[in-house]
Nanobody, 118 residues
Framework: QVQLQESGPGLVKPSQTLSLTCTVSGGSITTSYYYWSWIRQPPGKGLEWMGAIAYDGSTYYSPSLKSHTSISRDTSKNQFSLQLSSVTPEDTAVYYC??????????WGQGTQVTVSS
């Protein structure tokens, strides 16, 4: 069974870049036709899909976040990462990684709280 685990700093200052990594176990991120997503949930709001990276390295982004979002991968470590630049307090959220490109997602990480504050 595929398991995912997010890691990264819990506090980021405004205007800086938020960087998170998702470590995948029990399966390879290069397995054909698998997609790997980043999703977030701001306090009091619903889930927001941010983007995904495919088994072949192709990337897909939410139009509303595309201008300051980047997703990459390290196949040697079976990890994929999120970078969100120029963050503001509105980027405060619980960030999740998940398998899939859209709902329903196959597996989820437990989520990591990121707060944007000076």
């Amino acid at each position: 069974q595929v398991q995912l685990q997010e890691s990264g700093p819990g506090l980021v200052k405004p205007s800086q870049t938020l960087s998170l990594t998702c470590t995948v176990s029990g399966g390879s991120i290069t397995t054909s036709y698998y997609y790997w997503s980043w999703i977030r949930q701001p306090p009091g709001k619903g889930l927001e899909w941010m983007g995904a990276i495919a088994y072949d390295g192709s990337t897909y982004y939410s139009p509303s976040l595309k201008s300051h979002t980047s997703i990459s991968r390290d196949t040697s470590k079976n990890q994929f990462s999120l970078q969100l630049s120029s963050v503001t307090p509105e980027d405060t959220a619980v960030y999740y990684c998940a398998r899939g490109a859209g709902p329903p997602f196959g597996s989820w990480g437990q989520g990591t709280q990121v707060t944007v504050s000076s």
